[in-house]
C-alpha cells in the first residue's frame, strides 16, 4: 500500500464517503421502518370513515346476532399506496355490564385498557382481522361463533376468545355518530400477542 501524502488523502475521502452515504441510506431505511413499528396509543390518530347506512341500521334492528357492516378505507395504510378499497367491520348490540363481564382481555372491571370507548351507543364494532395471524374473521350461525378458517380460533358474539390459537378477543374499534351518521375509525393491532399494540391506522 502506498503512503504517497495525495494517495492517503484520496483514500480517507473515499472512505468518509463510503461512510456518509452508509449513514443516509441506513437513516432513510430506520426512519420508516421506526415510524411502522412503533406502538401508539390513542384514537386521535386516525381517520373516521362513515359506515355503510343500510348496514348500520341493519345492526340497530339487530337482536343477537353480530351483523357485518362495511365501510370504505380511503387513505393510507403503511406502505401501501394512498388508495380506497372496501372493507368491513363485525358490530353487535349489546349491554354495558354484559360487554364488560365477557372481556376481561378489554376491562379490568369497568375500566378499559384501551384509550378509547370499546363500546358506544349501545354497540361494539370489532376488527374482522384474526388477532392470531391476521386472517378475516366469519360469523357462524350454525355454532353461534367467529370462526377463522386459517387456525381455528373462535370467538362468541360479544367477541371474546374462546377456542384455538388466538392470543386475546377480537379488536374492539372506535365508534362514534357524527350528524346523524356513524362513523369507525380502523386500527389495525399487532398479531399474537395478549396485548393490544397498535401497528397501523389508516391515516
Ligand atoms: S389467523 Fe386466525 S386462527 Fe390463525
Redesign the pocket.
Known amino acids: 500500500m502506498s503512503d504517497d501524502p495525495e494517495e492517503l488523502t484520496r483514500r480517507t475521502f473515499v472512505a468518509n464517503a463510503t461512510l456518509t452515504l452508509g449513514g443516509i441510506i441506513g437513516l432513510g431505511l430506520a426512519i420508516p421502518i421506526a415510524g411502522a413499528l412503533a406502538p401508539s396509543t390513542g384514537a386521535g390518530t386516525g381517520r373516521w370513515a362513515p359506515l355503510d347506512d343500510a348496514d348500520w341500521r341493519a345492526l340497530q334492528a339487530a337482536t343477537e346476532k353480530p351483523v357485518q357492516i362495511s365501510f370504505k378505507l380511503v387513505g393510507k395504510d403503511a406502505y401501501l399506496p394512498v388508495g380506497e378499497s372496501a372493507a368491513f367491520v363485525w358490530g353487535i348490540k349489546t349491554e354495558m355490564a354484559r360487554f364488560q363481564k365477557a372481556r376481561p382481555d378489554v376491562y379490568d372491571g369497568s375500566k378499559s385498557d384501551l384509550p378509547y370507548a370499546p363500546m358506544a351507543m349501545g354497540f361494539a364494532l370489532f376488527s374482522p382481522v384474526?388477532?392470531?395471524?391476521?386472517?378475516s374473521?366469519n360469523w357462524h350461525d350454525d355454532v353461534e361463533r367467529f370462526v377463522?378458517?386459517?387456525?381455528?380460533?373462535q370467538y362468541d358474539a360479544q367477541g371474546a376468545h374462546v377456542a384455538?390459537?388466538?392470543a386475546r378477543g377480537l379488536d374492539p374499534l372506535p365508534l362514534r355518530e357524527r350528524s346523524g351518521v356513524a362513523e369507525v375509525m380502523w386500527i389495525r393491532y399487532a398479531?399474537t400477542i395478549a396485548d393490544r399494540l397498535v401497528v397501523s391506522y389508516i391515516s
Open positions: 384474526c388477532p392470531h395471524l391476521g386472517c374473521v377463522c378458517p386459517c387456525h381455528g380460533s384455538g390459537p388466538a398479531p
